[in-house]
């Protein structure tokens, strides 16, 4: 709304105002930087969380870099400028080392770190560097407490490479349905269960009934989503092709 942008004016122009000042802090330039990105302004906004890495090189400062030059380079994709973006997410993957450096086990920073690496979900806006995001996530998932977001990108990393790791990623999968058992966990949970049963499936497991259960399992939590209920409907069709050639 113009309320909203007008407050945010104001205060990019404290921020600019306190610096201007002499109150240079890495606080300030933070502050400043968050308010830019809020009013679109990426780029401003980068050279402000650059200032706040040279007065505090802490994991964090180094995190809200790599954050913004991931989505800067995300974006530069998107708009057709493929080489300069790639670039930009290389420099994201840098700082996000920065940060692991002084912070090795932030889970998060590992998961986001993996998925510019490799994006299973959008290869483009990845560099393609499949062994690095696993070895990256193999690490996030073999932190204590396990977390099972890091499981079940890991798990999608071994079920999509060529050739499948079947055997590791079901291993995975187990794992994530027995961590969070009890737990509100639902979208690790339908994400695990889901897997499970494609890999009954595409195993080509004569025992293709076990496939039927993992796809109701991952409806039950996301009724709506297309993929559970594509599943859903081959895990009975394969079970009915098993019995009709018995």
């Given at each position: 709304s113009s309320d909203s942008r007008s407050y945010l004016l104001t205060a990019a122009q404290a921020f600019a105002d306190a610096l201007r000042l002499g109150e240079v802090s890495a606080d300030v330039h933070e502050g400043a930087a968050l308010t830019l990105q809020s009013l679109g302004r990426p780029q401003e906004a980068i050279v402000h969380l650059q200032a706040a890495v040279r007065?505090?090189?802490?994991?964090?400062?180094?995190?809200?870099?790599?954050?913004?030059?991931?989505?800067?380079?995300?974006?530069?994709?998107?708009?057709?400028?493929?080489?300069?973006?790639?670039?930009?997410?290389?420099?994201a993957i840098a700082h996000f080392e920065s940060a692991l450096e002084r912070e090795p086990e932030n889970v998060k920073a590992l998961i986001d770190l993996a998925s510019l690496q490799w994006n299973s979900d959008q290869p483009d806006l990845g560099l393609g560097d499949r062994e690095a995001a696993t070895q990256t996530l193999s690490k996030a998932a073999g932190l204590t407490p396990a977390s099972p977001e890091a499981l079940v990108r890991l798990g999608r990393l071994l079920f999509s490479q060529s050739p499948p790791d079947y055997a590791a990623a079901k291993?995975?999968?187990?794992?994530?349905?027995?961590?969070?058992?009890?737990?509100?966990?639902t979208a690790e949970r339908g994400e695990a269960s889901y897997y499970l049963s494609r890999i009954v499936i595409e195993n080509n497991d004569v025992d293709a009934a076990q496939a039927i259960p993992g796809a109701d399992l991952a409806l039950s939590y996301e009724p709506a989503n297309p993929r559970y209920r594509q599943q859903a409907c081959l895990a009975r069709i394969r079970f009915a092709d098993i019995k009709t050639e018995a």
């Open positions: 007065l505090d090189g802490s994991s964090g400062r180094y995190l809200a870099l790599a954050r913004a030059l991931s989505q800067i380079g995300r974006e530069q994709i998107r708009g057709g400028q493929t080489a300069i973006g790639r670039q930009t997410l290389r420099s291993s995975v999968f187990v794992d994530v349905l027995r961590l969070t058992r009890g737990t509100d966990a």
